[in-house]
């Protein structure tokens, strides 16, 4: 029998395929080489959008059926694509419309194309799973709410909810489709992209305009109102709250606007399409910066004991992620104190100025603790792992307050008029880009003029917090010395 040249081809690409396979090692969880999270993120390709459509049925203990479509160029020859995906059960996936093999192994979701992808080629990976709310409650990734769900994928749960490639020096654009009962209501990053009725259950469609960080995605399902405002230049503005809250809460968001007013004095225009807080009915522990959409626990709000300038310091301090951590993310998880470093400074500044809260005590406060959170959880830049089983226990005092004190001492090094230029060309160099301590530094020392590297060795490295620029009096608790070379 002689096959034709068509059918011939076909078998030897199958006999290579077949060949390929069988040479290739087992899979196995990848990294980009994060330091504190090393198999997070996945080395090979570039995200550029994600397209996700959960479908949720009304029980906030139940799996919600979910379609992750994720757009991609690769960036090498991959013979396997490895995502970040946990908890969930992944039903096919596809590479460009044809079936592929997959396996999951560790946190990894590890896909096996019938041929190897060559670099530079695009990539539309579609896969069928769960999204599953039940499990990792404390760990990240979906919340449970009095009345549904809510997301918090800080630092590294976005891939319990879908799989990704879960480490923000790899933002992307999202659109979210959230299939609902109709009494409930749907709200995502972004902007409203439209919504289809049906007989029993609505389809909200969002879609962000900016790239965005895999950690910074929020999807709320509840019986939630959406409040809409405007805010400076007529941004359009949206809260989103229980409906049993609506009244009582208003004294809280009406403050917003004038917030973002504060915060585009001090560092320019907010750097995004849209903006609003997200009341949740539920315990977590912290406030979260999701972009465009803030997420707050209730209890901050209703609480009697708080008072009122500090529940609108913590609302600047989520706001103030919206320029440091969003617009501006980490180019690896050691580069965190840019992030709250930079929100708490903004925090303590906004309290100072409306509430005659002096941040001169405050930083004098952290410089004497200074010392004690560097050797608890290692120097600003050069922090120490999260404990095992415990990826919150990173956010440690030292990327707070410890942090802001960094900032304190570069203003009072640098003076005022450099340090507010600094901060304002940063946030123009790296808008919707990942950046590092090291762009940091070399952008402080073009912007002051100054050889800053000394200064920036002790502040940002070295186990003793070093004397702080025109205080020389202030004393820091003195448990041991050393350094941590960058």
Not at 102 to 115: I, Q
Request: one cysteine or more.
């Amino acid at each position: 029998m002689l096959l034709s040249p068509r059918i011939r081809a076909a078998l030897l690409a199958a006999a290579s395929a077949t060949l390929i396979a069988a040479t290739l090692p087992s899979p196995a969880p990848l990294g980009i080489g994060d330091p504190l999270f090393p198999h997070l993120g996945n080395p090979g390709y570039d995200v550029a959008a994600y397209d996700i459509h959960f479908t949720y049925r009304g029980d906030n203990s139940k799996p919600l059926d979910t379609v992750t479509k994720i757009d991609a160029r690769s960036t090498a020859r991959l013979e396997r694509i490895n995502l970040d995906f946990a908890r969930g059960k992944v039903r096919s996936v596809s590479l460009n419309g044809t079936p592929a093999e997959f396996v999951s192994t560790g946190e990894d979701l590890v896909v096996t194309p019938k041929k190897a992808v060559a670099p530079g080629s695009r990539m539309r990976l579609t896969v069928r799973h769960t999204s599953d709310p039940a499990t990792g409650q404390h760990e990240g990734g979906w919340v449970r709410t009095g009345d549904g769900l809510a997301m918090a994928n800080q630092a590294d749960a976005a891939h319990r909810v879908f799989p990704c490639n879960d480490h923000p020096a790899d933002k992307a654009r999202f659109t979210f489709r959230v299939t609902a009962p109709k009494h409930l209501t749907a709200v995502a990053n972004g902007l409203p992209a439209g919504h289809m009725r049906g007989a029993r259950d609505t389809t909200w469609t969002y879609r962000t305009t900016h790239p965005m960080a895999t950690e910074l995605a929020q999807v709320s399902i509840g019986k939630s109102t959406v409040v809409p405002r405007k805010g400076p230049h007529g941004l359009p503005m949206r809260d989103v709250v229980p409906v049993k809250d609506r009244v009582t809460l208003e004294r809280w968001l009406r403050k917003t606007p004038g917030q973002l007013a504060w915060m585009e004095k001090k560092v320019g225009r907010y750097p995004f399409e849209a903006y609003g807080l997200l009341v949740a009915d539920a315990e977590t522990g912290f406030e979260l910066e999701t972009q465009t959409l803030s997420l707050f626990e209730r209890s901050l709000f209703t609480r009697p004991e708080f008072p009122e300038w500090y529940v609108e310091s913590i609302m600047v301090h989520e706001l103030a992620h919206q320029w440091f951590g969003n617009s501006v993310s980490p180019r690896t998880w050691s580069d965190l104190w840019l992030n709250e470093g930079h929100a708490t400074w903004y925090e303590a500044l906004f309290a100072q100025e409306k509430a005659d809260q002096p941040i001169e005590l405050r930083m004098m406060d952290a410089y004497r603790e200074s010392d004690n959170w560097r050797a608890a959880g290692g120097p600003p830049a050069a922090p120490k792992a999260p404990a095992p089983g415990e990826k919150i226990s990173l956010f440690r005092p030292v990327v707070y307050d410890g942090s802001a004190l960094v900032l304190y001492a570069l203003r009072q090094e640098i003076g005022r008029s450099a340090f507010d230029r600094l901060e304002r060309e940063w946030l123009r160099t790296y808008a919707d880009k990942a950046a590092s301590t090291a762009d940091f530094t070399r952008l402080a020392e073009r912007v002051s003029g100054r050889d800053l590297d000394r200064f920036f060795q002790g502040w940002l490295y070295d186990l003793k917090t070093p004397r702080m620029p025109g205080h020389p009096q202030w004393r820091s608790d003195e448990p041991r010395t050393g350094t941590l070379g960058r």
